[in-house]
Each structure stands twice: as structure tokens, then as C-alpha cells.
């Protein structure tokens, strides 16, 4: 089946310093997709540059097609029609995505007369039926509320509503719900799940919790430093990391139960994509490294079906398994 | 049992609030009628709902702001009056660390500067040695003096956090509220500064007040950790034990809907309707719209904080002590 999106040696530099040093991932129909990675490795990034957001002064290469069709560079009212309609996103900072100053149905409405192309009684009747979807209770009245008007929670339930206008094929969820307390959290996702299994929409996840990623995702992508270091189906990827950075970042999670020890941290910091270095660039932190590690950055290479690890260990062991020398 | 540094009784604190346009303006009883106790060199944890009032009385513990109602005691005697002598000198034996270390930096001055500045401002020292200090306390926070000449934007996230945590340490506090001081770092970075505060702690003696969202690192660096709902506290127990055997309808959700990785969401307690509006405060207990056991009491009587036994205090009207026994036989 040929995928949903697929990304090629994507390449983001502003001011000639690289931030996406060659990103490769392609996302199937219907599929869910987490993206963790340290801050500013270029999750955010990566999704921003596929769908045109980016500021004019970022320099963007390589290839991104959705359903086969080149979109990296299209037209802008190709990319107007396909953001908010076949892909939808969700900003990581909900209060600012809404207009404060309309109300919840006028915002809700536009949203529907751009993508749907519905009008009159059945875009008011569509966006009542997205508040109601959403889980916001008293929906009809307050379709003629403001954003202030609603708790946090609800904002960000709004803002899915929003995203879910265009009935999107792919939904991009950058942080949704960062900074709200976990049994609201839970609320979220598990709306996000059923609407996902309602409509068959694909989504990409991107945060910092890996817990969360773990839970709502079929297959889990790790980002370092501009690149995808690991990828794997989300049980094998918590289960049995491969790649040091991804070892490191599961390993110094806290655990909720059994004995406390001390945290085993990644020692060091990321380092400065101006000053990257030239073979692997977690090499700096990573405890396995050896001198290749120093040489060129490993590519990232599949090690099962599946999955597959940027790692020179890991090309090692693959060799080996393989039957391949050395050379 | 060792001496207390922290004393709360029964403080409360609301905020006026304009609902709507022309709206009238309305009471948020953002704190009422909490109460804690924190002893020497302990941590306590904070955690619940978001807006339940944990970051305001973190401040009221701190005495940057005063409760409308209630008392902090800090080693046996009431706090100062805000600005006179006697509160500073009491100020500068506490210190806070907040969310965002880049809001808390000036972007213009070179951290060392900052790192100093609480010593200038307390008159600690002569010049010579509030430099050693300064040095001291790099060191303290794993950084180097080369790190000292930089600007905040020319160090990480995690760094930068270390900048402050050294200079909140610089006129050797006996007593820290730390804000939610590692959710804005990647895990990698966040148990670096985790690891730094316990020793810290070990090394120094220091007791803190730690507020978080994150129910692991809350549990990795608490000694008793207390939940709120809506400007109250409703349970309060050892770090392993709440976490392991929350008793609290509440609590329990917030164990159970924090996700782990390698636990698929089986037996997920999912809360059905919607965070309360602290503007409109349900009756009875807070909880129970949300509240998956409510019982019809639940709606007209507000259940009272009360140990039910093994360190554990709970306000609910389905959890009456001694719990050891109820555990035991279900
Ligand atoms: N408009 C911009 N101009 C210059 N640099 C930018 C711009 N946007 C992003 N960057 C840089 O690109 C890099 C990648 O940023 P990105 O926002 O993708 O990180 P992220 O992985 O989403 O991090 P976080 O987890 O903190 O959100 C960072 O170093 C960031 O500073
Ligand atoms: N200065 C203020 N004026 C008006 N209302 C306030 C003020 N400070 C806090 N509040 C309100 O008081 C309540 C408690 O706020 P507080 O910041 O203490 O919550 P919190 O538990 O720290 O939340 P979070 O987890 O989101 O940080 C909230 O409803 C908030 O909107
Ligand atoms: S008092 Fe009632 S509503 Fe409140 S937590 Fe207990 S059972 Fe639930
Ligand atoms: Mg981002
Ligand atoms: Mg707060």
C-alpha cells in the first residue's frame, strides 16, 4: 500500500545553520506516529517545513508527497487547501491558534465553508455535531461563546474540533496537551483515539512524553540533532532501544513504583547545530562510543522489519547477524 | 520525629475575577483552608489538578503574597510583616525556583553576575570572597567558571536551570520551593537536574517544597507527597505508598491515567466531564461531578481531611480509616 506521507532527505537551515540534517519517514493510512527527541532536534520543524509554515528565510530541500503527489515547494493555494483540509494541525500553544475575539460557531463555521464546502444550515448543524464530539457539554448554547469563556481543558478540546473541520486524513498533534494535569490528559487522548478509529485518520504525536507516545502510538520515531536516530513499532521501541540516545532517554525516566534509585542521566548537552560534530553527533555524550563513531554520522538502517537504528553499533551487530565482514 | 520548618495552618487566599464582558466580578477561592507541615531537611511534594492552587501557596509559604485567612510559622515563629528587616533576613533563609529558567535570567548579564547578585543584595561577604562563592557554587551545580562569563542564551535549557538552582543557593537558604523546575527539560536533562537536587539536598540539609505535574519526578525526590483539587488538599501520604495505594478517588485517577511506557491503558481510570471552574465551585465535595464513586452524600457535605491511618490523611466520605485493615480484606 502506498504510504500516506512520506518524507525524503528533508533539510531545514536558517541562516546556513542546519536544523534538519536529512530527515527520512513515511507515515501509512490511518496510522499513528510519535515523534520524541530532544528539545529543538526539529520535531516541530520537520512538520512546519512539510506543510509550507516555515518563515521565507528558512532554506528547504528534499521531497515530501502526500498520496504520491510532491507537496514540498507547491503552489501556496495547493498547500492552503491541503493544510486544515486533508492535513490538520494542532499548535503547541492552543489559546494562541483561536481568535479571541469571535466567537466559537463563527470560527467553527469558516473552518467549514473553506474545507467542506457546506453552507447554511448544514455548517451550523456540522459544527454542532464536532462540539458535541469533542465532549463540550451544553454544546448548542455555547457555540455563541468566546475562547475566554472556556476552561483550558475545553479550549484545547475546541482546537481539536477546529482540526477536525476539514475531516483531515492526517492529524498533526504537536504537544496537545503539555501542561495539563493527567487525568485531563487521559481525557484528550482518548478522545483523539476514538475519533481516530471513527474516521481512519492517520496522526503524527509530538511530545515530550514518552508515556504518552508510548500508549497512543503504533510506531515511534526518535529524533537527535536534526535527525531521525531510531525507529520502531512502540512496544519494541520501550521494550528494547537500540540506539544509545534512545537507551538513555528511556532509562532516565523515573520510575512511578518499586524502588527509587538514583536516575541514570545522558551526562553532557545537545550539541550546537552550529558547531555539529562530524560523525555521529551524539558521539560527544554516548557512553559506547568509539573512534568511527568520530568518523562519519551512521545512516539510519534497517535492523528487522520494521525498525531501524542510525548507530554504528547497530550496523555492527546487523553485519554480524548477516553473516557480512567487516570491512 | 525531627523539628518542622514549615508550618501552614489553615490559609486561604481568593481572587476577584470578571466573568464575561460586563460581567460582575466573582471570588476564585484559589486556596482554602489548607494546611501542611514540612520537617527539617525533608521534601514534600505537590501535585494536582492544574489551577487547584498549588503555585499560589507556594508563594504564601514563600510570603510573597499574604493569606486572606490562616498562618505560616518557618522555624517556630511566624513570618515577618512583607518588607520590613526581620522578613528579609528571613527571606534570604528561603529562596524559589520557577518553571522557566530563561523568563528567570536577564538575557544581559553573564550568569555569574546573577549567580552573585543575592549576595550583593544581602550584603553576604566581602567582595574577594563572594567571587570564591560564586566559584563555590559553579561547582556545586556541575558547571565551570568558564560556564560563570556566559550569557544565559549561550547555555542549554538544563544549564540554565543549574544557573538558577545556584544562585537560589547562593545565600545558603535552609528551606526551597521549587515550581515545576524541570518540566520545561527533556528527560534526559531533567534527571540531571533531579539527580543534582537530591544530592544537593543530602549534602546541604535542605528542605523543599516541590511542585510538579509529573507524578515520577514528584515521587523520585518527595518524602510525603500532598494532592490538590481545587484549592484543597484531599490526600497526603508517603511518596511510595500514595502512589502505589492512592486512596483518594482523585488521586487514583491521576495515578492511573499517568502513562507509562510498556503499560498499555488496561484498567485506565478515564474521568467523564470536565475540569471544574474554580469561579463555581461544586457543593459538597469538589470532586464528585468527576467523581467516578460518588455517593449522594458526595453532593451536599464537604468531606474532611483525616488520617485513616499508616501516615495517610484523606478527604473523602468512602475512605474512613484504619485503611490497613480494609486492604487487607478486600
Ligand atoms: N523560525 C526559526 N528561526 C530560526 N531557528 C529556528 C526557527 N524555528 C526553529 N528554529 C530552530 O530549529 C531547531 C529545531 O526546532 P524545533 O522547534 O523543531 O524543535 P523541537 O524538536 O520541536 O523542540 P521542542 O521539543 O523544544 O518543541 C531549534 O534549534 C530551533 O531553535
Ligand atoms: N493573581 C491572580 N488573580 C486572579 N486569579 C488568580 C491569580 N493567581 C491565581 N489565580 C487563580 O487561582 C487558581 C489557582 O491558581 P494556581 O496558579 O495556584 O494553580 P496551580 O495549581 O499552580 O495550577 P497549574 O498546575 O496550572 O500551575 C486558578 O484558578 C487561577 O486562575
Ligand atoms: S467524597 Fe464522594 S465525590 Fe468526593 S471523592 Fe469521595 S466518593 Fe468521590
Ligand atoms: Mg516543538
Ligand atoms: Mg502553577
Known amino acids: 500500500m502506498a504510504p500516506l506521507v512520506n518524507i525524503e532527505g ?44 516555515l518563515p521565507r528565510h528558512a532554506k528547504v530541500s528534499g521531497s515530501v508527497s502526500l498520496d504520491g503527489r510532491e507537496i514540498l515547494g507547491a503552489p501556496a493555494s495547493l498547500l492552503d487547501q491541503i ?19 469571535l466567537t466559537i460557531r463563527k470560527q467553527l463555521c469558516e473552518a ?36 475566554h469563556e472556556f476552561s483550558g481543558g475545553q479550549v484545547q478540546r475546541i482546537m481539536i474540533a477546529m482540526a477536525l473541520a476539514g475531516n483531515p486524513d492526517l492529524l498533526i498533534a504537536d504537544e496537545p496537551t503539555t501542561a495539563l494535569d493527567a487525568t485531563i490528559q487521559a481525557q484528550i487522548l482518548e478522545l483523539l483515539s476514538t475519533v481516530r478509529r471513527e474516521m481512519g485518520m492517520a496522526m ?21 540533532a536534526g535527525r531521525i536516530v531510531e525507529q520502531a513499532p512502540a512496544n519494541q521501541l520501550f521494550a528494547d532501544p537500540v540506539h544509545p540516545y534512545a537507551q538513555g532517554l528511556i532509562g532516565a525516566l523515573p520510575p512511578l513504583d518499586g524502588p527509587r534509585r538514583r536516575l541514570t542521566a545522558i551526562p553532557g548537552t545537545v550539541p550546537d547545530p552550529a558547531h555539529m560534530p562530524r560523525g555521529c553527533a551524539f558521539a560527544p555524550r554516548c557512553v559506547f562510543a568509539a573512534e568511527p563513531c568520530g568518523l562519519a554520522a551512521p545512516s539510519l538502517a534497517p535492523i528487522a522489519d520494521d525498525r531501524a537504528v542510525a548507530c554504528i553499533r547497530a550496523e555492527a551487530s546487523r553485519r554480524a547477524l548477516l553473516g557480512i565482514a567487516a570491512e | 520525629m525531627s523539628a518542622l520548618l514549615v508550618e501552614v495552618s489553615s490559609i486561604s487566599r481568593s481572587y476577584s475575577m470578571r466573568s464575561g464582558m460586563f460581567g460582575r466580578s466573582t471570588a476564585v477561592h484559589a486556596v482554602d483552608g489548607v494546611s501542611l507541615t514540612i520537617p527539617k531537611g525533608d521534601t514534600l511534594g505537590l501535585v494536582g489538578e492544574s489551577g487547584s492552587g498549588k503555585s499560589t501557596t507556594g508563594r504564601i509559604v514563600l510570603g510573597l503574597e499574604p493569606p486572606d485567612r490562616g498562618e505560616v510559622r518557618f522555624d517556630g515563629k511566624p513570618m515577618a510583616i512583607l518588607g520590613t528587616p526581620a522578613w528579609r533576613a528571613q527571606r534570604a533563609r528561603m529562596q524559589m525556583i520557577f518553571q522557566d529558567p530563561l523568563g528567570a535570567l536577564d538575557r544581559r548579564l553573564p550568569v555569574a553576575t546573577q549567580i552573585r547578585e543575592p549576595l550583593d543584595i544581602h550584603g553576604l561577604g566581602a567582595s574577594a570572597e563572594r567571587e570564591d562563592r560564586v566559584r563555590e557554587l559553579l561547582r556545586a551545580v556541575e558547571l565551570t567558571p568558564a560556564h560563570g562569563g556566559r550569557y544565559p542564551g549561550a547555555l542549554s535549557g538544563g544549564q540554565r536551570q543549574r544557573i538558577v538552582l545556584a544562585r537560589a543557593l547562593a545565600t545558603k537558604p535552609d528551606f526551597l520551593v521549587c515550581d515545576e523546575p524541570v518540566s520545561a527539560l527533556d528527560v534526559s536533562i531533567q534527571a540531571q537536574v533531579v539527580n543534582l537536587l537530591c544530592d544537593l539536598q543530602a549534602q546541604l540539609g535542605l528542605t523543599l517544597l516541590f511542585i510538579s505535574h509529573d507524578l515520577r519526578v514528584v515521587r523520585q525526590i518527595s518524602n510525603v507527597v500532598a494532592v490538590m483539587y481545587l484549592g484543597r488538599i484531599v490526600e497526603v501520604g508517603s511518596a511510595d505508598d500514595l502512589f502505589a495505594r492512592p486512596e483518594h478517588p482523585y488521586t487514583q485517577a491521576l495515578v492511573s491515567a499517568s502513562p507509562a511506557p510498556g503499560r498499555r491503558s488496561a484498567g485506565r481510570i478515564v474521568l467523564a466531564g470536565d475540569p471544574p471552574n474554580p469561579a463555581a465551585r461544586p457543593q459538597g465535595c469538589a470532586f464528585h461531578p468527576r467523581c467516578p464513586r460518588a455517593i449522594a452524600r458526595c453532593a451536599s457535605e464537604v468531606p474532611v481531611l483525616s488520617s485513616v491511618g499508616g501516615g495517610r490523611q484523606v478527604a473523602c466520605h468512602l475512605v474512613t480509616g484504619p485503611r490497613a485493615e480494609t486492604r487487607d480484606a478486600a
Open chain 1, 204 to 224: 503524527v504525536l509530538i511530545s515530550h512524553d514518552l508515556g504518552v507516545v508510548a500508549e497512543n502510538c503504533d510506531r515511534v520515531a526518535v529524533m537527535y
Open chain 1, 112 to 147: 467549514l465553508a473553506l474545507h467542506r464546502d457546506l453552507s447554511g444550515k448544514t455548517v451550523k448543524a456540522e459544527a454542532l455535531r464536532l462540539l458535541n464530539l469533542v465532549g463540550i457539554p451544553d454544546a448548542a448554547r455555547r457555540l455563541a461563546a468566546y475562547p
Open chain 1, 83 to 101: 493544510r486544515g483540509g486533508r492535513v490538520a494541525m494542532i499548535f503547541q500553544d492552543p489559546a494562541s491558534a483561536l481568535n479571541p475575539v
Open chain 1, 10 to 53: 528533508l533539510r531545514v537551515a536558517f541562516g546556513g545553520v542546519p536544523v534538519l540534517r536529512g530527515v527520512d519517514l513515511t507515515l501509512g493510512k490511518g496510522e499513528a506516529l510519535g515523534l520524541v527527541g530532544e528539545s529543538g532536534s526539529g520535531k516541530s520543524v520537520t512538520w512546519l517545513a512539510a506543510l509550507g509554515l
